[in-house]
């Protein structure tokens, strides 16, 4: 199977991001864990101080730390969300204008190409799929990913991409 068509600069922002909110969902729950942590600990080291028992003192102190990780997940994710959205945009700017995109789908190996690379991988190399909204995901085992929204190559198409993958590598989970 082979699949052409341009490049989609709205197609690629919103892959993107539905990837980058995927792949940092778990930190940002850990974030939320931290601060509901840090409140009921506080919480509790009032009652305790107010109690006069000093242990109140004790969770206060544990509170801050608590506040204090979940603020650094925070700042660590939105820094990381910034760079990745210049990345994003400075991606789509160098993009030529009658850029091409093609996946090709051999009973061996996957081939992708663009205006900045060629790439021929066996399928060994890939570790899995995982599908992300409405995009496919396929994820190698070297660290490379390649991404392809269902609008890009049409839903039936789309339908039996999924169907050829099934039989070459298997679907993860999040």
Not at 70 to 82: E, I, P, Q, S, V
Request: charged residues 25%.
């Amino acid at each position: 199977m082979i699949f052409e068509f341009k490049f989609n600069p709205t197609a690629y922002r919103t892959q993107f991001r539905e990837t980058f909110n995927h792949m940092w969902g778990k930190v940002l729950k850990q974030r939320n864990y931290y601060f509901i942590g840090g409140a009921i600990i506080t919480a509790l080291g009032i009652f305790a101080v107010v109690g006069k028992s000093n242990f109140g003192y004790l969770f206060i102190f544990i509170s801050f730390g608590l506040w204090y990780w979940g603020c650094r997940l925070h700042l660590h994710f939105y820094d990381n969300r910034k760079k990745y959205e210049r990345n994003i945009e400075e991606t789509i700017s160098n993009y030529p204008a009658d850029g091409i995109i093609i996946w090709e789908f051999q009973p061996d190996h996957f081939i992708f190409k663009d205006y900045r690379m060629e790439t021929k991988m066996l399928w060994s190399v890939f570790s899995g799929y995982r599908m992300i909204g409405k995009n496919m995901v396929l994820e190698s085992k070297v660290g490379i990913g390649y991404s392809l929204a269902a609008d890009e190559i049409g839903k039936e198409d789309f339908e039996k991409v999924i169907t050829f993958l099934n039989t070459k590598t298997k679907k993860l989970t999040t």
